[in-house]
């Protein structure tokens, strides 16, 4: 069981620049979850995928945010024309999706826009 | 619409004392519960959950949680603090009869544990 990965573990860009994250689920889970966590605070959801459908987003999530996940495995989030606000951690979690089902967490992607 | 309040942001408690953390849950219809912790730099692991079985759930790490409709309260304990228990921890809930399940989390309690 390698758990939830997500790439990179860190990234640091500049207010414009346009940021891609990327995040493995565990192998057999049809249910991915997009979270975003800022300090001191809980995570918050921002997207989730029954294998390659989009089925829920949270209002959180604007129009320069889009999450992909192609062939209802990995999953990708993409934060264009980026902000100093975007600065968060970005937590990707994993399910089953039966009845009552926890979620497994990745490590997450921490971003800092300068 | 569902919320989660954690009282205390931050509870310091003896190495081998009672830990007491406490979450209360707004929920329209039936909820799942669940507590997370998160150490530093790391995502979240899950410590247990309420899925509408016994009321009384058991944990890793000797945590365990009681689940009290009455007061919408799902406090989490653990007998005796380890050093290794400091860490954040988050209540979480999800709506039990949708079908996308995402969470909705509290604030987050710091435990601090004293030596």
């Known amino acids: 069981d390698t758990g939830v990965s997500q790439d990179p573990r860190h990234k640091i860009t500049k207010r414009g620049q346009n940021v891609t994250f990327r995040c493995d689920p565990i192998s057999e889970h049809n249910r991915l979850y997009w979270y975003r966590q800022t300090l001191g605070q809980g995570p918050e959801f921002l997207t989730y995928?029954?294998?390659?459908?989009?089925?829920?987003k949270s209002r959180l999530l604007s129009d320069r945010f889009s999450a992909e996940r192609p062939k209802g495995s990995f999953s990708t989030l993409e934060i264009q024309r980026t902000e100093q606000g975007d600065s968060a951690m970005y937590l990707c979690a994993s399910s089953h999706g039966a009845g009552g089902d926890e979620q497994y967490f990745g490590p997450g992607t921490r971003l800092t826009v300068t | 619409a569902q919320s989660v309040t954690q009282l205390g942001s931050h509870v310091s408690v003896s190495e081998g004392a009672l830990v007491l953390l406490r979450c209360n849950y707004s929920?329209?219809?039936?909820?799942?519960l669940f507590w997370y912790v998160q150490y530093p730099n790391q995502g979240l692991q899950l410590l247990l959950k309420y899925t509408s079985a016994a009321t009384l759930v058991k944990g890793i790490n000797g945590f365990e949680a009681e689940f009290k409709k009455s007061e919408t309260s799902f406090h989490l304990t653990k007998p005796s603090a380890h050093m290794s228990d400091a860490a954040e921890y988050f209540c979480?809930?999800?709506?039990?009869?949708?079908?996308?399940?995402?969470?909705?989390f509290g604030s987050g309690t710091q435990l601090t544990v004293l030596p």
């Open positions: 995928f029954q294998n390659e459908a989009q089925l829920e």
């Open positions: 929920s329209s219809v039936p909820p799942y």
């Open positions: 979480a809930v999800s709506d039990a009869s949708g079908s996308a399940r995402q969470l909705t």
